[in-house]
């Protein structure tokens, strides 16, 4: 084929697959450009999931008749000139580009008017074709509509899902952008229907009125200043974790990013607080100088590069944990919904009352929401250890605390307990380590035995003395007091080590790596279900308890204690 210049249609067509892949694409940059104008109060309307209809009226600054032509222009903007202007880009959009493109895939009209004018301008540019601007009657800001989006772009129209999943997904974009740019009313409405109408308002009020106020009102609130860098937010504590990230909304100078690292400090913070595949509920927002930060790495403008990443990761892996160590994380035993709450005057006397399964319940929810009041008394979430202590069934340590009673999993207590004090006390020092009279042989594969040499350091830092003894066994010297003094088998413990050594060695962060084995030995080493506790042993189990950091949950994630309030007492007992 002979090359060609390809004419402007076809190169804004082409563009236009990375900046318009899907209806909220379209939400998302006309509504972009709105805030950029400065508007202070936007509105959506969106029918048929935005591929027959999206309207977006905006009371921003304007445009007049003979700038339409350019508005619509690829490579045409007013927020920058010069490759230097985009250190310090403050605008949500810069590239010139959504416009065009948008025209290039549908039916575009524009109708837009500045204050200082009597009268505005309407252009239409239909499926790449634009006709002369005209002049028009209109209020001063700027109302867009798309119409017919990706008509004659089967290709595009294919991958588009249900009107009801495309609205979602505009209803989300709108959330973000909303959550991040608190000083601008925004309206959507999608069929005639209203699905978000949020007043111009401070940031807090503006995050309760996006996430809803019950669920913020019971979010941390996380807070840091450091080095020309700062972050606000608020997160979810472990249980109002997800299995998806879509309650994750990371904001970067206004601007919702999508930011993989980010997303891991986030992870990182609750690092053993909530089961590895959940995503923790959070809305952050980070202030970055702009000449700190490239935004000019993705047509969509959704991923950033930043000068100093690890900074930034480092920022937010300790917000987050700051926020989470000053909480009371304990879980509220009626998350769970376990019993189904009845109210007391609908109880039947005989037979079997309305006795939901054991899924959620919304009036359970309600119930948990009322029950954990924000402001809470200094001595919430410490056991005196005077208090009583019963055991039951050699498994579960029950006692009560200020507001309720506490139903704590021995061995998960016991393994957390543990595993926050070696991990405390290696940071400092290697752990006190116990030698072997006689070595201990122990089997292994050629590959766990080179791997185990890799690892030398690391495990003498554990307390560990291991060298090859024979192409299929190590010895073992000597290991972490705390195996023997628990009277864990060496022989198995190793075995398993051995197993994981390639895996352990294969991971990009050693600290990661201690970490596992550090848990594996806590895991070992703790108490066990069926293990009958004396009284001694219990009363430092939960003195223990009290000292260590994070002790709501086991290393695994899983938790330790679980609350049963007062007030759901009373409420189960039908005395409320
Ligand atoms: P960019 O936002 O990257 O500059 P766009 O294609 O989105 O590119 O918009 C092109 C230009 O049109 C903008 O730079 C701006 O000057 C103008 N414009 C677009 N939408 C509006 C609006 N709602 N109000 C005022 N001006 C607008
Ligand atoms: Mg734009």
């Known amino acids: 084929m002979p090359i060609t210049q390809l004419p402007a249609v076809v190169i804004n067509q082409i563009a236009a697959g990375e900046v318009v892949e899907r209806p909220a694409s379209v939400v998302k940059e006309v509504l972009e450009n709105a805030i950029d104008a400065g508007a202070s109060r936007v509105e959506i309307l969106i029918e048929g999931g935005g591929v027959d209809l999206i309207e977006v009226i905006d009371d921003g600054c304007g445009m007049s008749e003979d700038e339409l032509p350019l508005a619509i222009a690829s490579h045409a903007t ?11 880009v403050a605008t949500m959009g810069f590239r010139g580009e959504a416009l065009a493109s948008i025209g290039s895939v549908a039916r575009l009209e524009i109708r837009s008017r500045t204050a200082e004018r009597d009268s505005g301008g309407l252009i239409v540019v239909d499926h790449g074709v634009a006709e002369p601007p005209q002049p028009a009657a209109c209020p001063p800001g700027t109302r867009v ?20 999943a495309e609205t979602n997904r505009i209803r989300r974009v709108t959330r973000d952008i909303a959550a991040a740019n608190p000083e601008v009313a925004i309206v959507l409405a ?8 949020l007043p111009a308002s401070d940031p807090r009020s503006r995050l309760e009125a996006v996430l809803g106020t019950e669920l913020a009102e019971h979010m941390l609130e996380v807070s840091v200043q450091r080095d020309g860098i700062g972050l606000w937010g608020l997160i979810g504590r472990p249980e109002l974790a997800r299995p998806t990230a879509q309650h ?5 100078n ?4 999508v930011d993989r690292s980010l997303r891991y400090a986030v992870r990182e913070a609750f690092r053993g607080l909530m089961e590895p595949s959940r995503h923790p509920t959070a809305a952050l927002f980070l202030s970055v100088p702009p000449d700190r930060v490239d935004v000019n790495v993705h047509p969509a403008k959704s991923e950033v590069r930043f000068r100093d990443d690890r900074l930034v990761f480092s920022i937010v892996k300790r917000g987050v944990e700051e926020a989470l160590r000053g909480a009371d994380i304990v879980p509220r035993f009626e998350t769970s919904g376990m019993v189904p709450p009845v109210a007391p005057r609908e109880r039947p006397l005989f037979g079997h009352s309305d006795t939901r399964s054991a899924g959620f319940d919304a009036a359970a929810a309600r119930g948990v929401m009322a029950s954990s009041p924000p402001q809470r008394t200094a001595e919430v979430g410490t056991i005196q250890t005077a208090r009583p202590v019963l055991q039951i069934h050699r498994m579960f340590l029950v006692t009560e605390d200020a507001e309720g009673m506490l139903i704590i999993d021995q061995h998960a207590l016991h393994e957390r307990v543990m595993f926050e004090r070696m991990l405390e006390r290696i940071g400092e020092a290697t752990l006190p380590s116990q030698r ?26 554990l307390g560990f003395d291991v060298s090859p003894a024979g192409p299929a066994t190590v010895a073992v010297h000597a290991v972490p007091s705390l195996l023997t003094e628990r009277h864990v088998g060496i022989v198995a413990f190793m075995s398993d080590l051995l197993e994981r050594a390639a895996e352990l060695r294969d991971m990009t962060d050693q600290e990661t790596a201690l970490r596992d084995v550090l848990d594996m030995m806590a ?7 069926g293990e009958q506790l004396s009284e001694r042993e219990l009363a430092d189990l939960l003195s223990m308890r009290e000292t260590v950091e994070r002790s709501s949950n086991c290393p695994h994630g899983r938790p330790t204690t679980l609350r049963l309030s007062i007030e759901e007492l009373e409420r189960r007992f039908a005395r409320r």
């Not at 920058?80 to 310090?88: G, N, Q, R």
Request: aromatic content about 2%.
């Open 78 to 88: 007013s927020k920058v000139s010069a490759l230097e202007d985009l250190e310090h």
């Open 145 to 164: 509509r798309v119409s017919g989006l990706f008509e004659r772009v089967p290709a595009r129209r294919k991958f588009l899902k249900s009107a009801q």
């Open 190 to 197: 999608s069929n005639g229907r209203t699905l978000l109408d």
């Open 248 to 252: 994750q909304i990371v904001c970067l």
């Open 254 to 257: 206004g601007r919702p990013i």
């Open 436 to 461: 072997l009279l006689i070595p201990e042989m122990v089997e292994a594969s050629p590959e766990a035995i080179e791997a185990m040499g890799s690892l030398g350091e690391m495990l003498g830092r």
């Open 523 to 529: 895991c070992k080493a703790a108490i066990k279900a």
